[in-house]
Structure formats: C-alpha cells, structure tokens
C-alpha cells in the first residue's frame, strides 16, 4: 500500500484545513487508517485513527470536537478535517494504515504498516 498525504498549509488560529490520504497498490477497506504528527523536537504523537467506519473513531483528547476523522472507501482515500486549529497543532502530518491492529495498540505507531510522506501543517497564532 502506498499513501500520499496532502492538504496541509498555512492558516490562521481559529481557521480550517482538510487533510486527505490517497491510497494505491490495495484496497484500503480492510485496514485501520490513522493520522500522526510530529511537532519540531517532539516526538510523533497519535492524533486520530478509524477502523471500519465512523462508528468507529479514535481521537487524542487534545483534538476532541475540534477534528474528525473519515474514510472513503470506494474512492480509496481517508480525510482529518481539523477545525479550531490552534497553534499547538503545528506539525508535519502522516496519515497511516495497518492490518489487524488491535484496539489498545491503536495509538501506537509502530501498529501501523504504511505510512505517508507527511504533510506540514502551520498554524499562526
């Protein structure tokens, strides 16, 4: 499986950005898609992840009700829509996938098989 994560950019505080992961090489259906970021000099830290559906989503507390997380699976692709964004949440963005993750390991990323490029994301505040 091959990921390409794209949608990142500039914004202001407060605003909005929709990033989206394509996905080729397989069918994403069977898999868990996950979005990590790396801020610089932290380490890579889960932000969201969804198993088979909406029903079944996965946030880090500190992006609760400001981002959502989807997936479409007839197009192959997966989206974080990040609303209220604040500067904290600068960092580059890798959307992520893997098979038969287990839902304690879900915001582990060494759970995840493929991963995106990344994409930056800056907030100013």
């Known amino acids: 499986v091959q990921l390409q994560a794209s949608g990142g950019g500039l914004v202001q505080a407060g605003g909005s950005l929709r990033l989206s992961c394509a996905a080729s090489?397989?069918?994403?259906?069977?898999?868990?898609m996950g979005w990590f970021r790396q801020a610089p000099g932290k380490e890579r830290e889960f932000v969201a992840a969804v198993r088979w559906s909406a029903d079944n989503t996965y946030y880090t507390d500190s992006v609760k009700g400001r981002f959502t997380i989807s997936r479409d699976n007839t197009k192959n692709m997966g989206h974080l829509q990040m609303n209220s964004l604040k500067p904290e949440d600068t960092a580059v963005y890798y959307c992520?996938?893997?098979?038969?993750?287990?839902?304690?390991?879900?915001?582990?990323?060494?759970?995840?098989?493929?991963w995106g490029q990344g994409t930056l994301v800056t907030v100013a505040s």
């Open positions: 090489g397989r069918p994403l259906s069977s898999y868990v």
């Open positions: 992520a996938a893997g098979l038969r993750i287990i839902l304690p390991t879900i915001r582990v990323s060494s759970s995840y098989h493929y």
